[in-house]
C-alpha cells in the first residue's frame, strides 16, 4: 500500500501569516498513463470533506487562489498564502493512483 | 448542482448487516465512478471501496474486502454499500463521493454506521 505521511500534525498560525503542509509517499505516485493522481482534502468542523486539489496542482472550482499546491514523484506539499479564519480545520492528502486508495493522517490547522 | 445524500445508518448488532445508500442527482451519474469513505468517531479519513463508473470493477479496501459490497442502480441514480459481519471498528460515518481526476470531488453529508451490542 502507498502510506501517505502528513507533517506537521499540529499547525498552529497565526491569522494573515502563511501555512505548509508535507505529504509523503511510500512509493511513487506517477500513474501508468502519466499523470500524479494526489489530492489535498479540507475538512472544517462538523461539516464533510471537501476537495481543494487534484493532480498534484490544480485547484477544484470555488478553491480561493491563496490555496496552491506542488510537489512530484513522492513528496508534495499545500500552502496557504495568508491564513483566513474559515481557514480552520484538518486537511488530507490521498493518492488515487494505487489500490487501495490511502489518505494521509490529517493535519489540524487551528488559529493561534 | 450535484447532490449526494447518504442514508440507511443506524445501530446494529456485531455480525449483523446494514446497507447504506447514496442518491445522486445533479450530473450523469451513469458516467461516474464512485467512493465510500469512512470516519471513525474523531478519526481520520478511510477509503472503503470504489465502483467503476459502468460498475464493471470494483476495489475494496483489505479491512472490508469480502465483507462489504458495492454496488449501483444508474436507472435510480443510486449506490450502495452492502456491509456483512459488522464489527465494533466499523462503526464511522460513512460518506459517498463522486469521482473526478482520482478522487472524489463531491462528497455527501454522510450516514452514521454504529456497531454495538
Known amino acids: 500500500d502507498a502510506v501517505l505521511t502528513q507533517s506537521p500534525l499540529s499547525l498552529p498560525v497565526t491569522l494573515g501569516q502563511p501555512a505548509s503542509i508535507s505529504c509523503k509517499s511510500s512509493?511513487?505516485?506517477?500513474?501508468?498513463?502519466?499523470?500524479?493522481?494526489l489530492n489535498w482534502f479540507q475538512q472544517r468542523p462538523g461539516q464533510s470533506p471537501r476537495r481543494l486539489i487534484y493532480?498534484?496542482?490544480n485547484r477544484d472550482s470555488g478553491v480561493p487562489d491563496r490555496f496552491s499546491a506542488s510537489g512530484s514523484g513522492t513528496d508534495f506539499t499545500l500552502k496557504i498564502s495568508r491564513v483566513e479564519a474559515e481557514d480552520v480545520g484538518v486537511y488530507y492528502c490521498m493518492q488515487g493512483t494505487h489500490w487501495p486508495r490511502t489518505f494521509g493522517q490529517g493535519t489540524k490547522l487551528e488559529i493561534k | 448542482q450535484v447532490q449526494l445524500v447518504e442514508s440507511g445508518g443506524g445501530v446494529v448488532q456485531p455480525g449483523g448487516s446494514l446497507t447504506l445508500t447514496c442518491a445522486a442527482s445533479?450530473?450523469?451519474?451513469?458516467?461516474?465512478?464512485m467512493y465510500w469513505v469512512r470516519q471513525a468517531p474523531g478519526k481520520g479519513l478511510e477509503w472503503v471501496a470504489f465502483i467503476r463508473y459502468d460498475g464493471g470493477s470494483q476495489n475494496y479496501a483489505n479491512s472490508v474486502r469480502g465483507r462489504f459490497t458495492v454496488s449501483r442502480d444508474d436507472s435510480k441514480n443510486t449506490l450502495f454499500l452492502q456491509m456483512n459481519s459488522l464489527r465494533v471498528e466499523d462503526t464511522a460515518v460513512y460518506y459517498c463521493g463522486k469521482d473526478l481526476m482520482g478522487g472524489p470531488d463531491y462528497w455527501g453529508q454522510g450516514t452514521l454506521v454504529t456497531v454495538s451490542s
Open positions: 512509493q511513487s505516485l506517477v500513474h501508468s498513463d502519466g499523470n500524479t493522481y
Open positions: 445533479g450530473f450523469r451519474f451513469s458516467s461516474s465512478g
Open positions: 493532480k498534484i496542482s
